[in-house]
């Protein structure tokens, strides 16, 4: 009998898991992707949007470069997941049905419960949200009066947020607007649980770059003009981004599998309390001993590669593959700059430091960008977005 096989989700871990799902099933199995937008965005480059608009072309990806013939494409919001009744539930189209379904729907975004936030902030999850960032930065520096410049604040000092404020700092500059920049983080350092040498080393490019940092005192509310801490004076704004933090889709609330903050809970071989559901990305918490994977792009990466082959694997009663997270090192933009840290030596060249910026820095992204988009379409595909990344 041929297998129904659904994915959810044209994220990282999404497209990664169609594109190898398409050389693995071969002709087992009937094989269907289902997202809310029809092309795949390279998300952890989604903050050059906020500079410039014209760079989506080259960090988006229709889904028909990356789907072969046979697989079949659904456009529509994933709204529940019946496992009973193994049926994917859509806002605007009938039911599918599956007999393998693959969750990788990404996450939303996490407010905490601070009071007003999610109503007043603007959040970077999507293409749609870099570009809606874009114009209100636009719309607050021409509505700045001369000495009063547009207050434009950052909340949340991870990889999102430092690449944020660094890209609205490039905007600041490229188009002379009068703009002030705060990067607001309620921990007592920026980018929170790295190594101090990575933290200071991005502390000095965000305050070259003119970005006022404020961390070891939380928000505690946010109003359409003020943001409150819990003990520092309160910050006015004329643009709120918010960026701290990330919990399951909504679509998930009711799916009877095990959860915890919405994200569904896996083993190391990408399985759910329910034998025939997979998940991977920030979909899931994947079991990796003390702690799970963490939600990043290189995480979800690796994962597709192995739940793709352990999908096949389940189809044909074979054991699964145990997946163990390899952590190849930690590289993050500041506008136009970069900074590197603990990068695992490449084709047998080692590094003589543990932290590096500059040019090396800067292109070892970029070749990190291509790479995926060449994975997922082509090499001139990656060569055409190489000046964007």
Do not use: C
């Amino acid at each position: 009998m041929t297998e129904n096989v659904v994915v959810l989700g044209a994220g990282y871990a999404g497209t990664g898991a169609i594109s190898k799902l398409q050389s693995e099933l071969g002709g087992n199995a009937r094989l269907t992707w289902i997202a809310d937008v029809d092309y795949h965005l390279v998300l952890h480059e989604s903050h050059r949007v906020i500079r410039d608009p014209d760079v989506q072309s080259d960090i988006t990806f229709p889904v028909t470069q990356v789907a072969d013939p046979s697989t079949r494409f659904i456009q529509d919001e994933v709204v529940g997941l019946d496992v009973d009744d193994q049926l994917v539930e859509l806002a605007d189209s009938d039911p599918v049905e599956y007999d393998y379904v693959l969750v990788a729907m990404g996450s939303q975004t996490a407010y905490y419960g601070i009071p007003g936030l999610e109503e007043h902030s603007l959040t970077l999850k999507s293409l749609d949200d870099a570009l809606e960032i874009h114009d209100a930065v636009k719309e607050a520096s021409q509505d700045a009066t001369r000495g009063e410049p547009a207050q434009i604040v950052v909340g949340g000092a991870g990889l999102s947020g430092i690449q944020t404020a660094g890209e609205i700092a490039e905007f600041r500059d490229a188009h002379r607007a009068p703009i002030e920049i705060h990067l607001v983080e309620a921990l007592d350092e920026i980018f929170p649980g790295n190594d101090p040498e990575i933290q200071q080393a991005l502390r000095d490019l965000l305050e070259d770059a003119g970005v006022r940092i404020h961390t070891d005192d939380p928000i505690t509310e946010a109003t359409d003009e003020v943001i409150e801490f819990d003990e520092g004076e309160p910050l006015d704004h004329d643009v709120l981004i918010w960026t701290g933090g990330i919990t399951g889709r909504d679509a998930l609330d009711d799916a009877a599998l095990e959860k915890e903050h919405n994200r569904v809970t896996v083993a190391a071989n990408f399985q759910t309390s329910v034998d025939n559901v997979f998940a991977i990305g920030d979909s899931a918490l994947i079991d990796q001993g003390d702690q799970p994977a963490p939600p990043t792009a290189q995480a979800a990466w690796q994962a597709a590669e192995i739940v793709g082959e352990n999908i096949s694997r389940a189809i044909e009663n074979r054991p699964l593959k145990t997946w163990e997270y390899d952590d190849k090192g930690t590289v993050i933009s500041v506008g136009e700059k970069a900074v590197a840290h603990e990068v695992k030596p490449a084709f047998g060249i080692s590094l003589p430091v543990d932290t590096f910026g500059g040019v090396p820095a800067k292109n070892l992204k970029k070749m990190i960008a291509a790479r995926w988009i060449a994975d997922i379409t082509s090499w001139n595909e990656a060569r055409k977005s190489w000046s964007a990344l």
